[in-house]
């Protein structure tokens, strides 16, 4: 189980390339299931996420059935090329934000450059519920479509008026 929520930020913190960091490559194989790959690093992966028997609450966290599944380069690749859209990339910071709790900001490169956004895993409802966030993470926008990787690779690029919109 996935819980976690998405948040904008107000400010990247200044010492950002001093945090561990993740180069991410991924692709949608589905939607209903999300079905995706990913390259992180020198990691693939192949991750199914659905939404079969979770109840999702307005204004609560995102929670999703998710399974991870390691696969080889040469699998990776082969999926590649089924896709029917190009992959996005990103640089993804992991900030530790104390409890055990970890920030993840995902910095968009090419076609998506401009685009920054922070997602926060919890370990239970109750945590995600009870969050109290640092200063430097912005308006939740968990309930936002937009921010969904998966729709925003749809996108022909970034387009900075939309995601302001009603923001």
């Known amino acids: 189980m996935e819980?976690?929520?998405?948040?904008?930020?107000?400010?990247?913190?200044?010492?950002?390339?001093?945090?561990?960091?993740?180069?991410?490559?991924q692709g949608y194989i589905s939607n209903k299931p999300t079905i995706?790959?990913?390259?992180?690093?020198?990691?693939?992966?192949?991750?199914?996420?659905?939404?079969?028997?979770?109840?999702?609450?307005?204004?609560?966290?995102?929670?999703?059935?998710?399974?991870?599944?390691?696969?080889?380069?040469?699998?990776?690749?082969h999926?590649?090329?089924?896709?029917?859209r190009d992959t996005l990339k990103k640089m993804r910071y992991l900030i530790p934000l104390g409890g055990g709790l970890v920030a993840?900001?995902?910095?968009?490169?090419?076609?998506?450059?401009?685009?920054v956004f922070a997602e926060v895993e919890f370990p239970s409802l109750e945590a995600a519920d009870s969050f109290v966030k640092p200063d430097w993470l912005g308006k939740d926008v968990s309930d936002d479509k937009r921010y969904k990787n998966a729709?925003?690779?749809?996108?022909?690029?970034?387009n900075k008026a939309y995601f302001e919109e009603n923001v």
């Open 151 to 158: 729709k925003i690779i749809k996108m022909s690029g970034y």
């Open 79 to 84: 999926l590649k090329e089924k896709l029917k």
């Open 3 to 25: 819980i976690e929520r998405k948040f904008l930020i107000n400010e990247l913190p200044k010492d950002l390339e001093a945090y561990e960091k993740i180069e991410i490559e």
């Open 36 to 77: 995706r790959i990913r390259k992180a690093d020198e990691k693939y992966l192949l991750t199914v996420k659905t939404k079969f028997g979770v109840s999702k609450e307005e204004g609560g966290p995102i929670v999703n059935n998710e399974h991870e599944f390691e696969i080889t380069e040469k699998e990776y690749y």
């Open 104 to 115: 993840e900001v995902d910095v968009f490169k090419e076609r998506f450059e401009g685009l």
